[in-house]
């Protein structure tokens, strides 16, 4: 079945970087596009960023652009989120997900289960 | 952006009742609306994508219905698996937004 395996969060002082890693595994990874999410008490559910399948589109939030990037390694199957420049209020708990598209858009069908990253 | 806005943010229920929530989005969205469940500690699970299609596993008590700005998610008979916080995301223009958030408690 599909795994989604986040890793990389900690405690992070503002100002300095972090990078996240998705370790995903039970489908192939090169045929789907991916997914950050993070949840922020008070705040819901926020996308993140998104990448390709083949990596040839990334999108961020606006919140995030200019700090964040998304990438992938289809050769291991891993996805990642380099964050740079972290703030305060990007604490919060950042999940991993793999998107089913169609002509409905992208919906996130599988999730990891988190990983917290904590700006302090 | 589209601002997704679900209501009610927290309902009270007993098993067995029916219980729906509404989701709006700030323009139409076509069918791009998708529904999630989430329990404490736990990731969302898709339960319905693209308006009314049912996920695969997803108990079919759980049904969607809408299009272009109105949206609902009806729980047929509400069961004890169900008290969760359940979330809708639009997906017609990025970025990918969601709504607030509907707490169905006992």
């Known amino acids: 079945q599909v795994q989604l395996v986040e890793s990389g969060g900690g405690v992070v002082q503002p100002g300095r970087a972090l990078r996240l890693s998705c370790a995903a595994s039970?489908?192939?990874?090169?045929?789907?596009?991916m997914h950050w999410v993070r949840q922020i008490p008070g705040r819901g559910l926020e996308w993140v960023a998104g990448?390709?399948?083949?990596?040839?589109?990334?999108d961020s939030a606006d919140s995030v652009r200019g700090r964040f990037s998304i990438s992938r390694d289809d050769s291991t199957s891993t996805l990642f989120l380099q964050m740079n420049d972290l703030r305060p209020d990007d604490t919060g708990l950042y999940f991993c997900?793999?998107?089913?598209?169609?002509?409905?858009?992208?919906?996130?069908?599988?999730w990891g289960q988190g990983v917290q990253v904590t700006v302090s | 952006d589209i601002h997704m806005t679900q209501s009610p943010s927290s309902l009270s229920a007993s098993l067995g009742d029916r219980v729906t929530i509404t989701c709006r989005a700030s323009?139409?969205?076509?069918?791009?609306l998708h529904w999630y469940q989430q329990k404490p500690g736990k990731a969302p699970k898709l339960l319905i994508y693209?308006?009314?299609s049912l996920q695969s596993g997803v108990p079919s008590r759980f049904s969607g219905r809408g299009s272009d700005t109105d949206f609902t998610l009806t729980i047929s008979t509400l069961q004890a698996e169900d008290f969760a916080t359940y979330y809708c995301?639009?997906?017609?223009?990025?970025?990918?937004?969601f709504g607030g958030g509907t707490k169905v408690e006992i």
């Open positions: 997900s793999k998107e089913v598209r169609g002509i409905h858009g992208v919906a996130l069908d599988d």
């Open positions: 039970g489908f192939t990874f090169k045929f789907y596009g």
């Open positions: 693209a308006g009314a």
């Open positions: 995301q639009q997906s017609h223009s990025t970025p990918l937004t």
């Open positions: 323009q139409p969205i076509n069918f791009a």
């Open positions: 990448i390709t399948y083949d990596g040839t589109v990334e």
